[in-house]
T-cell receptor, first 116, second 112 residues
Framework: DTGVSQDPRHKITKRGQNVTFRCDPISEHNRLYWYRQTLGQGPEFLTYFQNEAQLEKSRLLSDRFSAERPKGSFSTLEIQRTEQGDSAMYLC??????????????FGPGTRLTVL | TQLLEQSPQFLSIQEGENLTVYCNSSSVFSSLQWYRQEPGEGPVLLVTVVTGGEVKKLKRLTFQFGDARKDSSLHITAAQPGDTGLYLCAGHGSSNTGKLIFGQGTTLQVKP
């Protein structure tokens, strides 16, 4: 069963450092999403790719954040000059790209970021 | 802005009890989904409800979508310790990109 995978699972960094996370979606899934989740809250949408095109970004995604999906397969999320407020679980999800109301998103296990 | 509000936020019950979690909005959603999330893991989809008034059952879990498609509920019968987790409702945003808007979640603890 090749579900959505994320790497690393945990990342501890010092404030001001850059970090990069990777997401490998389920093969043949056209859509890929990044969400952020803080403790005890629901995930919040960050950005979305249809194949290699980044089609929507949340206002939560400041200019320190950048995401790519260069070949329409895996994606990376980079955070530059990390701040303590960036500490959260970063979740990736992928979907086939069917009609929206029936397009199921499958989530990865997440990357837990702790900024000291 | 489309929002989903869940209640209660926390629930601690004894094994064997019944419970209901609510998910409400002032906006209409084309569908609502319920997820369950365990600590340190990503959300796992339980069910998608699409039609107003729809009721779906998954073993001891019953999901209902409101007639006006603005609210949903999750009812668990005879809760078990294995039901412990964070329950999230989510709906697709109005931008038609498929991004999900999540409620803040209900943390359920079932004590043996």
């Amino acid at each position: 069963d090749t579900g959505v995978s994320q790497d690393p699972r945990h990342k501890i960094t010092k404030r001001g450092q850059n970090v990069t996370f990777r997401c490998d979606p389920i093969s043949e899934h056209n859509r890929l999403y990044w969400y952020r989740q803080t403790l005890g809250q629901g995930p919040e949408f960050l950005t979305y790719f249809q194949n290699e095109a980044q089609l929507e970004k949340s206002r939560l995604l400041s200019d320190r954040f950048s995401a790519e999906r260069p070949k329409g397969s895996f994606s990376t999320l980079e955070i530059q000059r990390t701040e303590q407020g960036d500490s959260a679980m970063y979740l990736c999800a992928s979907s086939l790209g069917m009609e929206v109301s029936t397009d199921t998103q499958y989530f990865g296990p997440g990357t837990r970021l702790t900024v000291l | 802005t489309q929002l989903l509000e869940q209640s209660p936020q926390f629930l601690s019950i004894q094994e064997g009890e019944n419970l209901t979690v609510y998910c409400n909005s002032s906006s209409v959603f084309s569908s609502l989904q319920w997820y369950r999330q365990e600590p340190g893991e990503g959300p796992v989809l339980l069910v998608t409800v699409v039609t107003g008034g729809e009721v779906k059952k998954l073993k001891r879990l019953t999901f209902q979508f409101g007639d006006a498609r603005k609210d949903s509920s999750l009812h668990i019968t005879a809760a078990q310790p294995g039901d412990t987790g964070l329950y999230l409702c989510a709906g697709h945003g109005s931008s038609n990109t498929g991004k999900l808007i999540f409620g803040q979640g209900t943390t359920l603890q079932v004590k043996p």
